[in-house]
């Protein structure tokens, strides 16, 4: 963050604390949280760094110096005997090999360790307890010592057997976590939007809402589910992986992803496999927890605080964080469209420093109301840049500035104007240099004509020296053209000269993405390409034409038909022909898939999906996102969530992978 004055850090600290208390209340308390986990991490890392910089603001009375939730006051209290933990977290790789490094040290030097991984289910912990094998009481873990009686409400989840399998004696403990699936959870906020009363921030939350109702009825309507962790009472059990059998014989549902693990390498394979399903589970987890196997060396290693050494939580990135927006500026796309971006404070979000975040468009910074100097939150999704999803108005300060959309382009100073019907602004001005400049790092792109050596920079120097106007000119550069340019060697202008030559041979379907034509991604450039073959059938399409293929809807179509009309884009094409541009044809190895279409759906143990698409394609079938009644096959994965009923709900054929090479090979 940036540095701030003594008197402004101050202000801060003290309206963080209120802000903290306020969504800690939220949580804790209400079971009703209006910002995510990693947002609220997010906002007390920054109020402890404040404080380490100015004790003096910090105190007793901040948040930061809580722990766990307090117990509502309408339940029975209760105390637990063996309290009730929590686990420290690691993110890193680097922090799990720590981790085993720091309990070697406690233990005999030449002590084999090995491990067991599970599920880190995102729910809450409760204790159950058996009385000759009779289900007696539960409660929630609280604050760990004192926690809360719900045994009635425990008592409606089918997953909790009321009675344990096999002879017991005496008092057993099982320890769990009770969550809501993400279906219930979906159709319980549909129910509760409907009643007019407030939707449940996730399903941890709603778990939690839902088990601490004075009302069992109302906890039996919500459909908790139950994954059993652990025995705490001592039965015999050398190691975790036989409590986790034993918790399988005594009639709990065993858990299908738990894990031996021989050493930390294939608990980090483990993980990262976990990582990859995480969005199919029909359940939410973090991470997942390893932990010493063997339950002698686990009770010898003792604990830390208030944590166990010998388990740890190995979670996922939080993919949110909270920064502050320094300047909101407009960038421009290849179709002249403005951007407005939000300039951040450099922020860790899931293990990537984020300093950009979109705003989209005029209406999302209204509905926002964000504004330059913000405390905003920011959500990243896979390799796309984050969004913005929501304001921290209370810790304004007054001097935000509101943005409002440039009515001339920043880059040639033409009039924009906001599209009728759109919520997009665009340049007027065609031959816009910043819609060209993207326009062309656009065409020499990874997935267009990949030309690496000409990277945004270079392109700029070109464009500036009038090298370059249109993508078509870079064929036309030489040796000599390059070298007198600052900064250029011999060898580097050897280099792309050799790089643009190669990239001349390309790829139908690369060939028509790198065209930058709006609406037209990479796999509708390969149904286009597959569709007409060769590029004179393409130019010459008929806006019917492109409506009747599969996949390309009726804007596509109106846009690509468009782009062909233009007299300007066929000039370039014939300029492409005239520069040496060799396209090739796309090849049907086999037309054993001919016409049939496929979805894919789950995770591909086998094959990658990209590997999948290719052997569709290349024995003549189609491939689309979603299944409707057009698709002819389905193929599932592992874990495969909606697709799958939609499928089914079809009458779709269903095949598995083995079944789907059968077909390809
Ligand atoms: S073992 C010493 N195993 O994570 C605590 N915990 O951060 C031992 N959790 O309060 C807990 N899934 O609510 C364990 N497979 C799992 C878990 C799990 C979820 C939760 C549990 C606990 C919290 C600790």
């Given at each position: 963050m940036q540095e701030l004055s003594k008197q402004e850090a101050k202000k801060r600290i003290e309206k963080l604390k209120k802000e903290i208390e306020y969504h800690g209340r939220l949580y804790y308390v209400l079971d009703k949280p209006s910002i995510s986990d990693a947002a609220y991490d997010s906002l007390r890392k920054e109020l402890l760094a404040l404080e380490n910089q100015y004790p003096e603001f910090g105190g007793q009375n901040s948040p930061t110096q809580r722990v766990g939730g307090k117990p509502l006051e309408k339940f029975k209290k209760f105390a637990h005997k063996i309290p009730l933990l929590s686990l420290s977290d690691v993110f890193e790789e680097k922090e799990i090999y720590d981790w085993e490094k720091r309990i070697k040290k406690l233990l005999p030097p030449d002590l084999k360790i090995d491990y067991f991984i599970e599920l880190k289910m995102d729910g809450l912990a409760v204790a159950l307890f058996y009385k000759n094998g009779i289900f007696e009481k539960g409660a929630t873990r609280g604050d760990g010592y004192i926690g809360e009686d719900v045994t009635q409400n425990l008592k409606t989840i089918r997953t909790i057997p009321l009675k344990l399998e096999g002879n017991f004696q005496g008092e057993v403990e099982i320890r769990g976590e009770v969550f809501m699936s993400k279906k219930v959870f979906e159709e319980l906020n549909k129910e509760q939007i409907k009643k007019g009363e407030a939707a449940f921030a996730n399903p941890r939350n709603a778990a939690a809402g839902s088990l601490r109702q004075l009302d069992s009825q109302i906890t039996l309507g919500r459909k908790l589910n139950f994954f059993a962790y652990d025995i705490t009472t001592d039965l015999g059990r050398k190691t975790h992986l036989e409590t986790h059998k034993l918790i399988e014989k005594i009639g709990f549902p065993p858990n299908p992803y738990t894990q031996y693990c021989a050493d930390i390498s294939e608990i980090i394979k483990f993980q990262k496999y976990i990582g990859g399903l995480r969005e199919k589970l029909p359940y939410e987890i973090d991470g997942?927890?390893?932990?010493?196997?063997?339950?002698?060396?686990?009770?010898?290693?003792?604990?830390?605080?208030?944590?166990p050494r010998g388990s740890i939580?190995?979670?996922?990135?939080?993919?949110?964080?909270?920064t502050k927006i320094k300047d909101i500026i407009i960038q421009i796309g290849r179709t002249g469209r403005l951007t407005p971006v939000a300039v951040l404070e450099p922020v860790n979000v899931g293990g990537a420093t984020v300093s950009r975040a979109t705003l989209h468009n005029e209406d999302e910074i209204k509905r926002l109301d964000v504004r330059i100097g913000d405390t905003v939150v920011i959500k990243r999704a896979g390799d796309v840049i984050p969004d913005i999803v929501g304001v921290l108005k209370n810790l304004r300060t007054s001097k935000e500035k509101i943005f409002r959309m440039p009515n001339h382009c920043p880059l040639c100073h033409s009039p924009a104007y906001r599209k009728e019907g759109e919520v997009d602004f665009y340049c007027s001005n065609k031959n816009c240099y910043g819609q060209r400049w993207r326009g062309i790092t656009h065409f020499v792109s990874k997935n267009a004509f990949d030309i690496v050596h000409l990277g945004p920079k270079i392109i700029d120097k070109l464009f500036s020296v009038g090298l370059i106007k249109d993508p078509a000119d870079i064929f036309f550069l030489k040796k000599e053209d390059l070298e007198p340019l600052e900064r250029f060697a011999e060898k580097s202008a050897e280099n792309i000269i050799g790089a643009i030559d190669k990239s001349k041979k390309i790829d139908f379907s690369r060939f028509i993405y790198a065209l930058g034509i709006r609406h037209t991604g990479e796999e509708t450039a390969i149904n286009l390409a597959n569709y007409f073959g060769d590029l004179?059938?393409?130019?010459?399409?008929?806006l019917e034409d492109l409506e009747a293929i599969e996949d390309i809807g009726g804007v596509v179509a109106k846009s690509i038909f468009e782009w062909f009309q233009d007299k300007n884009n066929?000039?370039?094409?014939?300029?492409?022909?005239k520069a040496g541009i060799e396209i090739i044809k796309p090849s049907k190895i086999s037309q054993k898939l001919n016409g049939k279409t496929f979805v894919l759906t789950g995770t591909l143990t086998h094959f990658t999906r990209e590997s999948a698409k290719e052997m569709i394609r290349k024995s003549g079938g189609n491939i689309s996102s979603s299944v409707s009644l057009k698709t002819d096959f389905l193929v599932a994965g592992e874990a495969s969530g909606s697709k799958l009923k939609n499928a089914k709900d079809l009458g779709v054929k269903i095949i598995s992978e083995q079944e789907f090479l059968k077909m390809v090979q």
């Amino acid at each position: 963050m940036q540095e701030l004055s003594k008197q402004e850090a101050k202000k801060r600290i003290e309206k963080l604390k209120k802000e903290i208390e306020y969504h800690g209340r939220l949580y804790y308390v209400l079971d009703k949280p209006s910002i995510s986990d990693a947002a609220y991490d997010s906002l007390r890392k920054e109020l402890l760094a404040l404080e380490n910089q100015y004790p003096e603001f910090g105190g007793q009375n901040s948040p930061t110096q809580r722990v766990g939730g307090k117990p509502l006051e309408k339940f029975k209290k209760f105390a637990h005997k063996i309290p009730l933990l929590s686990l420290s977290d690691v993110f890193e790789e680097k922090e799990i090999y720590d981790w085993e490094k720091r309990i070697k040290k406690l233990l005999p030097p030449d002590l084999k360790i090995d491990y067991f991984i599970e599920l880190k289910m995102d729910g809450l912990a409760v204790a159950l307890f058996y009385k000759n094998g009779i289900f007696e009481k539960g409660a929630t873990r609280g604050d760990g010592y004192i926690g809360e009686d719900v045994t009635q409400n425990l008592k409606t989840i089918r997953t909790i057997p009321l009675k344990l399998e096999g002879n017991f004696q005496g008092e057993v403990e099982i320890r769990g976590e009770v969550f809501m699936s993400k279906k219930v959870f979906e159709e319980l906020n549909k129910e509760q939007i409907k009643k007019g009363e407030a939707a449940f921030a996730n399903p941890r939350n709603a778990a939690a809402g839902s088990l601490r109702q004075l009302d069992s009825q109302i906890t039996l309507g919500r459909k908790l589910n139950f994954f059993a962790y652990d025995i705490t009472t001592d039965l015999g059990r050398k190691t975790h992986l036989e409590t986790h059998k034993l918790i399988e014989k005594i009639g709990f549902p065993p858990n299908p992803y738990t894990q031996y693990c021989a050493d930390i390498s294939e608990i980090i394979k483990f993980q990262k496999y976990i990582g990859g399903l995480r969005e199919k589970l029909p359940y939410e987890i973090d991470g997942v927890v390893a932990r010493v196997n063997s339950n002698e060396i686990y009770n010898k290693l003792g604990t830390i605080g208030r944590a166990p050494r010998g388990s740890i939580a190995y979670k996922f990135p939080g993919l949110e964080a909270v920064t502050k927006i320094k300047d909101i500026i407009i960038q421009i796309g290849r179709t002249g469209r403005l951007t407005p971006v939000a300039v951040l404070e450099p922020v860790n979000v899931g293990g990537a420093t984020v300093s950009r975040a979109t705003l989209h468009n005029e209406d999302e910074i209204k509905r926002l109301d964000v504004r330059i100097g913000d405390t905003v939150v920011i959500k990243r999704a896979g390799d796309v840049i984050p969004d913005i999803v929501g304001v921290l108005k209370n810790l304004r300060t007054s001097k935000e500035k509101i943005f409002r959309m440039p009515n001339h382009c920043p880059l040639c100073h033409s009039p924009a104007y906001r599209k009728e019907g759109e919520v997009d602004f665009y340049c007027s001005n065609k031959n816009c240099y910043g819609q060209r400049w993207r326009g062309i790092t656009h065409f020499v792109s990874k997935n267009a004509f990949d030309i690496v050596h000409l990277g945004p920079k270079i392109i700029d120097k070109l464009f500036s020296v009038g090298l370059i106007k249109d993508p078509a000119d870079i064929f036309f550069l030489k040796k000599e053209d390059l070298e007198p340019l600052e900064r250029f060697a011999e060898k580097s202008a050897e280099n792309i000269i050799g790089a643009i030559d190669k990239s001349k041979k390309i790829d139908f379907s690369r060939f028509i993405y790198a065209l930058g034509i709006r609406h037209t991604g990479e796999e509708t450039a390969i149904n286009l390409a597959n569709y007409f073959g060769d590029l004179d059938n393409l130019t010459k399409a008929k806006l019917e034409d492109l409506e009747a293929i599969e996949d390309i809807g009726g804007v596509v179509a109106k846009s690509i038909f468009e782009w062909f009309q233009d007299k300007n884009n066929l000039e370039l094409i014939k300029k492409f022909k005239k520069a040496g541009i060799e396209i090739i044809k796309p090849s049907k190895i086999s037309q054993k898939l001919n016409g049939k279409t496929f979805v894919l759906t789950g995770t591909l143990t086998h094959f990658t999906r990209e590997s999948a698409k290719e052997m569709i394609r290349k024995s003549g079938g189609n491939i689309s996102s979603s299944v409707s009644l057009k698709t002819d096959f389905l193929v599932a994965g592992e874990a495969s969530g909606s697709k799958l009923k939609n499928a089914k709900d079809l009458g779709v054929k269903i095949i598995s992978e083995q079944e789907f090479l059968k077909m390809v090979q």
